[in-house]
């Protein structure tokens, strides 16, 4: 799964931040179970420190890329201390994935807008899984890549938006199950049933994992729409 959606695309100098904004966040807590920590910044607040070995295993990117993995990074760290005591780095896998402290699971993700990180003890929860995507309808051709037939048919009467929100429930459900598999989803290997009174969903995965082996995974989550945006979560028990 990849961030195929349209989006606002910012230049970068209008994506970093200028200066101090106190802009509020969304309290995006009550998406996920008890024992979850979770942090929303807007960019005007984004933090820009990175540990020396982050920096170094990022390499040369553009001011953009940047400022979105110093803002996820930092927020990371903040989270994981109150869990362990240590604010240790947090580096990437060979497919970019942060490779989390032993006994700790989390997901971090952006938009223009927004930086989110999400961390818990896998005494907690197994795993976990945040997306923010703005709140727009999903390019028709996008829908083709991302929906299954079930979901094109149950979202038939439903606002265009909510396509959108599928997607968004898919991104967060990968973060969700890869440490589990080891291996791609296809966005059409998830099937997501919405409950559009509780904003709540349930989604099946069916995949083969890093051995070829096909597992069938079970993920709750939530979801809420605020400041422009839709934020998800996933949450394996």
């Known amino acids: 799964m990849t961030d195929a959606a349209n989006s606002i695309h910012w230049s970068e100098m209008e994506f970093l931040p200028t200066c101090p904004a106190n802009q509020a ?12 920590l979770t942090l929303v910044e807007h960019r005007h607040n984004w933090p820009t420190e990175l540990t020396p070995t982050e920096r170094a295993q990022l390499g040369d990117v553009c001011e953009k890329r940047l400022a979105e993995y110093s803002a996820g990074r930092h927020l990371a760290r903040r989270l ?16 970019r994935q942060p490779l989390w402290p032993e006994k700790i699971t989390g997901s971090i993700s952006h938009s223009d807008d927004f930086c989110t990180v999400v961390v818990a003890p896998v005494s907690t929860v197994a795993g976990l899984g945040v997306d923010v995507e703005m709140f727009e ?4 051709e996008v829908e083709e890549i991302v929906l299954t037939s079930a979901e094109f048919t149950a979202t038939q009467h439903l606002p265009r938006w909510t396509r959108k929100l599928i997607f968004s429930i898919k991104e967060s459900n990968y973060k969700c199950c890869y440490h589990k598999v080891q291996a791609f989803i296809d966005f059409k ?5 919405l409950d559009i009174d509780s904003q709540t969903y349930t989604s099946t995965i069916i995949c083969n994992n890093a051995t070829g082996k096909q597992v069938c995974l079970q993920v709750k989550g939530a979801w809420m729409v605020e400041s422009n945006h839709i934020f998800t979560s996933a949450v394996m028990a």
């Open 137 to 140: 309808d999903l390019n028709p």
């Open 189 to 193: 290997q998830c099937e997501v049933v």
């Open 80 to 95: 994981i201390a109150v869990i362990t005591g240590t604010a240790e780095p947090l580096l990437a896998g060979s497919y």
């Open 25 to 36: 966040s969304p309290d995006i807590s009550l998406l996920f179970p008890d024992g979850v």
